[in-house]
């Protein structure tokens, strides 16, 4: 669609559109005399309505004014003097320009900040890194229908992340809500893909071997001694953390945070009421915000586990750390995957104690730590242990137990009846 100009005269200056906004184009003379370019154009930063080109008209009158008044004498090439339009033409009852996706976005983001629906951890893992990513190419275009079918389209193309997807979806429908009771948009074009917005689905056996693996007894037992006869001290150090969420299935969030003020080895308990998060570098508390009682049999091993802790170290006060790393220092995910994944230093990389037992066959594959926990439940579910008791003790529910951590008999067939 182009501007008319009154009279027979050629235009110098024509209105377009170019993927939905709005640009000038100017003829060959005044883009060679003026550009030095056979042919110019220049966007004007505003998507195609009928308010918007009455704006962009009125600068091409003015443009067209100053082209043909001696030559070009008061042209001014970079547009500045025209575009301040802007300012005289936005404040019009009924006029509207799309605001950008992150002029949007941050608004919501703080929105969800400021009234306490997000913790720290949260904002900065899923809504500024995992969030962040995925509309990186978006965030200073405005938030126009043709950019948000752009954005739906990319995002279901893609084969990972849509579990994510699915719910920035939603975090995107919810912002343009609140968008358009502010009058910045005029529609939520994310209403609809919200609603139908299906990953693809998996069957149980394929989510449990990617998502909630767990590693046998057998495998549990040479994980921990081959922490424990380390040839590296840093890899010895942690070797009682090992031990401990391998045999409580707690969080490691929850196992960095823990004091020896939440154990009470007369009593027979830990009470697991925080959890340090290693992005936001705060505690907090349990991801369900429920205080746990995990009890202590005792001369169990756990129990076992911390005389040896209390012996090792004989001046232990109630504030301090159960486990730390060499320096004293609390140990978050970062020290854990070093000494679990791979180690990085500046002269080599050292390979973790699981992925050293994995590479040389002695477990039956590689592991991430969380597996600690799934290993856990895993292993007192399959041994009879009263679903409900484990969901109290590790902070979860018996659907989850038994959708996520009843693990398959994988030699199992179907009848051939």
Known sequence: MYSKQ???KQADIRLGIDKGALRLQFSSRVSQQFYGKKQKYIGLGRHD???NRKWAEGIIRRIQEDIDYQNGANFDPS???????????INLPGSYQAATLRELWQEYVNWKVDTKQISTGTLIGRYERNFGYLLADYLNKPLTEDIAQTIIDDLCARHSNSDSIGKLFSALSSMSQRAMNDGKIKKDFFAEIKKFYKPPKKSKQLQEEEDHRAYTVEERNLIID?????TKQSFRQLAELIEFLFLTGCRPGEAFALQWKHIDLEKGWIRFEDAYSSVSKEIKGTKTNVVRIFKIKNKSRLAELFERIKNKNKNISIEDLVFTKMNGKRVSLDTLAGVWYKKFSERRTYNGIVTELAE????SCYLKPYSTR???????ANNGTDLALIADVCGTSVDKIMKHYLQPNEQRELADI
């Open 6 to 8: 009154e009279g027979n």
């Open 49 to 51: 309505s009928e308010e």
């Open 79 to 89: 547009l500045k003097k025209y575009l301040e339009l802007k300012s005289n033409v």
């Open 226 to 230: 081959s922490f424990y006869s380390s």
């Open 360 to 363: 040389d066959g002695k477990i």
């Open 374 to 380: 799934h290993t856990f439940i895993s292993i007192q």
